[in-house]
């Protein structure tokens, strides 16, 4: 047979047979533009030890000084690769497998290495034979932990007999004091026998303790210490060190420096990740613990993360420099709007071919058919931003008041033969109570009464008008009482100091601050293959908005790529809170209202023939879906419990959304949601099936195209680093941070994404 005869049967049977590569868009949480440095000289001089265009990190030297291992995601997922420290060979793949391997070390005589893997689901401590010249596959390693829980960090003991690491494993996960749907981890460091088994806990504490590290007896271990609630920006990070048996736990470092990821140098000194103001970011300091001197000999302009150190003097970190801002991504991420190295192409799903593409912004549309991203932003990123400038003044008028109070009561003291004490007090206690009412006021009608806002402003006029109206009054009354030497005088004059500058306050939000009433949206459209970027439309919400509801909060392009929908209003708010539903036609360029404004409406999503909508709205005083086909509207769920993030399958016959009705309850605060689905019967719905059940947040599902799969975002692998070493690069850790799809016929799960980012919202399109 003839080879053109045998190239045509190839290609139809690859025509025919192969699965057709179908598209999913995310969000990525990940950070950009990190590559392993390396030193010779004892950290002298660094140069790029890797360079890549993907993510190189957390790096460890062999004991022999001749070898580098680290992480590397340019093959799509984490995986380990070696590089000779002479740097005279191309990285090599160390550990094949489609499932994570991070945060390597290796036992003291070389012969064994230890890392952090999700081969078996949530992440364990794996054990293998360093080995450089071969690459291993994933099955041939003994899982150490084996456990419910996350474990990471690694390190053996200069002896070889122990491991120490941290684990999540002793603690429920916990609201985020601010974001409650995020849920926290708390960590404590363990010890095992380097094969495992005989694990002890060493530390017990609401913090997280991490990145453990041995004295060089072996009779201690330091690590850090994060306050839990960094989260908030409270970066209270510090080095302590504990007995191996878990006994004296005692601080090493001095207050006001962040301490992370510590190692020990043979001369006693401890090298650790620390956090700089600008310009440099994290950086890698010293610390001697006897003088408490910290040594910034090492710091660069550039982040610096990670360090490790060989007692041949060879040095190394991962980081880089901080991303540009750039034109593609306004208002969001640092660096490009894709994750480099997008797609990612993955065949884990039976006769399914898939190409995932990371978009770095907190929510983004999928492509349109002919390649673009589409986006919303403002001048500043939500209405607390744009009032943050008021908002800290008016912080300041208590103590203001406070102030007046104590130095009156001086003055009372000192002058009590011609003022009465009681009188002051009386006066006092009225002018701080009236400030704290005029605060307690302004936060209501702004915060929540939600004043709409072409109401905002003349409030703030008229209010501020009246405070200084009040504080000229009461000056007045001080003049007239000090021209007839009456002692009470001063305590008028105690009044206009409070009234007119929070007076003068509210009229310079009212006249001067722009911003804080501009609430205007500049929709960009982004070629993700050229990075060509186009302004598309300005959007004005309502006026019957309040300014704080007036943020683009979920956006989508139609099944059929003729519209860009949109939402407007309060995420997680309450059943109240006005939202809406806006769809942008991409072609002839009109803008429509597709629901009403009377509450809190959003988060649709259509059928491929864009007559039916499934959305969420708070119209009945609790959250509930919606199905809206034929000028009809149905509620499909009609409870008291919380619902959220509907989709609709291309032919309009399924409906998957998240509800908290089985979820477990986190200290009261918030209900874990789970992902249901109803079908189409007859001329109605059917009852709800659950189709999944773990005990975590799982959200943002997503029909494939032909119906048979759901994609969505889960909780249920844990997290796969210690918290603190990824919290500063995302909002929190990946809170729904693997994407998994699950096979509507049979149930059966599948694990897309192996990572230690936040990765979210996927939304799944034709080719």
């Not at 080879?3 to 598209?23: C, R």
């Not at 070889?160 to 708390?186: M, N, W």
């Not at 088994?197 to 017990?204: E, H, I, P, Q, S």
């Not at 189409?680 to 119906?707: I, K």
């Amino acid at each position: 047979m003839k080879k053109p005869t045998l190239i045509i049967i190839f290609l139809f049977i690859f025509t025919n047979f192969a699965p057709a590569q179908e598209k999913v868009f995310y969000s990525s949480f990940r950070p950009q533009g990190w590559d392993i440095y390396l030193s010779k000289d004892d950290g002298k001089n660094f140069s790029k030890f890797t360079e890549h265009e993907s993510l190189d990190y957390d790096a460890k030297i062999s004991p022999d000084g001749k070898w580098v291992v680290f992480t590397s995601e340019r093959n799509g997922r984490p995986q380990l690769f070696r590089k000779s420290t002479e740097g005279d060979s191309l990285p090599r793949l160390l550990v094949n497998s489609n499932s994570m391997q991070d945060q390597v070390d290796f036992s003291p005589d070389g012969k064994w290495m230890v890392f952090v893997s999700t081969h078996e689901g949530n992440s364990d401590i794996y054990k293998l034979p360093f080995s450089p010249s071969d690459t291993l596959d994933i099955s041939e390693a003994v899982n150490l932990t084996n456990s419910k829980g996350g474990d990471f960090r690694p390190r053996f003991s200069h002896d070889g007999k122990k491991i120490a690491f941290s684990s999540d494993r002793a603690h429920e996960t916990k609201p985020h004091p601010r974001l409650v749907f995020s849920l926290q981890r708390t960590g404590d460091i363990y010890v095992m026998n380097a094969n495992g088994g005989d694990t002890k806990r060493l530390t017990y504490s609401e913090n997280w303790e991490g990145s453990p590290v041995w004295s060089q007896d072996d009779r201690e271990i330091l690590y850090y210490s994060a306050d839990y609630l960094f989260a908030n920006g409270n970066k209270k990070f510090k080095l302590y060190k504990i007995s191996a048996t878990g006994k004296r736990a005692a601080q090493i470092s001095p207050d006001g420096y962040s301490c992370l990821s510590p190692i020990l140098r043979p001369n006693g000194d401890i090298l650790f990740t620390g956090f700089l103001e600008q310009p440099n970011g994290f950086s890698i300091l010293g610390l001697d613990p006897k003088t408490q001197k910290i040594d910034s000999t090492w710091v660069q302009p550039m982040n610096m993360l990670n360090v490790d150190y060989h007692d041949s003097g060879i040095m190394l970190y991962h980081g880089g420099e901080t991303p540009p801002r750039e034109p593609t991504n306004i208002n969001d991420f640092r660096g490009d709007l894709l994750v480099k190295n997008s797609p990612q192409r993955i065949n884990d799903l039976p006769n399914k071919a898939l190409s995932l593409y990371g978009v770095r912004r907190s929510f983004a549309a999928p492509a349109t058919p002919d390649g673009k991203i589409i986006y919303g932003v403002s001048e500043v990123n939500n209405f607390q931003e744009a009032l943050s400038p008021f908002a800290y003044v008016i912080l300041l008028l208590p103590f203001l008041a406070i102030f007046w109070f104590i130095f009156g009561i001086y003055k009372s003291i000192k002058k009590r033969k011609t003022i009465p004490f009681w009188k002051h007090i009386v006066f006092s206690v009225v002018a701080l109570a009236l400030v704290m009412f005029f605060i307690k006021y302004t936060d209501d009608q702004l915060f929540t009464y939600l004043l709409p806002l072409n109401k905002v402003k003349p409030f703030l006029f008229i209010f501020g008008a009246l405070l200084i109206l009040l504080g000229a009054l009461s000056y007045y009354r001080f003049t007239q009482r000090k021209k007839h030497y009456k002692p009470i005088a001063p305590l008028y004059r105690l009044y206009a100091f409070m009234f007119i500058p929070y007076g003068l306050l509210v009229l310079y939000a009212a006249l001067m601050l722009s911003s804080f009433f501009n609430t205007e949206k500049d929709f960009y459209a982004v070629d993700y293959t050229t990075n060509e970027i186009k302004h598309l439309f300005n959007f004005r919400p309502d006026p019957d908005f309040n300014p704080q509801f007036s943020n683009i909060i979920d956006t989508k392009i139609t099944p059929d790529g003729k519209y860009l929908q949109f939402s407007v209003g309060g995420f997680r708010r309450s059943p109240e809170a006005k939202g809406g539903v806006y769809r942008y036609h991409l072609e002839n360029k009109s803008l429509e209202n597709v629901t009403d404004l009377e509450s809190n409406t959003g988060f649709a999503d259509y059928s491929e023939d864009n007559t039916v909508m499934v959305f969420r709205s708070g119209r009945t005083g609790n959250m509930d879906i919606y199905v809206e086909e034929n000028g009809n509207t149905t509620n499909i769920t009609d409870s008291p419990d919380k619902e959220a993030f509907p989709a609709i399958s291309y032919d309009g016959n399924k409906i998957a959304y998240c509800s908290d009705v089985n979820g477990m309850d986190k200290d009261g605060i918030v209900k874990t949601m789970d992902i249901y689905m109803v079908e189409r019967v007859n001329d109605g719905w059917s009852e709800p099936r659950q189709l999944t059940t773990f005990s975590g947040q799982e959200a943002h599902p997503h029909f494939s195209p032909d119906g048979e799969w759901l994609i969505y975002t889960t909780e249920e692998f844990g997290i796969n680093d210690e918290q603190p070493l990824i919290q500063p690069f995302i909002f929190s850790p990946q809170m729904y941070g693997e994407i998994s799809a699950i096979r509507l016929s049979d149930g059966k799960k599948f694990r897309l994404s192996h990572n230690k980012w936040e990765d979210g919202t996927p939304l799944w399109i034709k080719k």
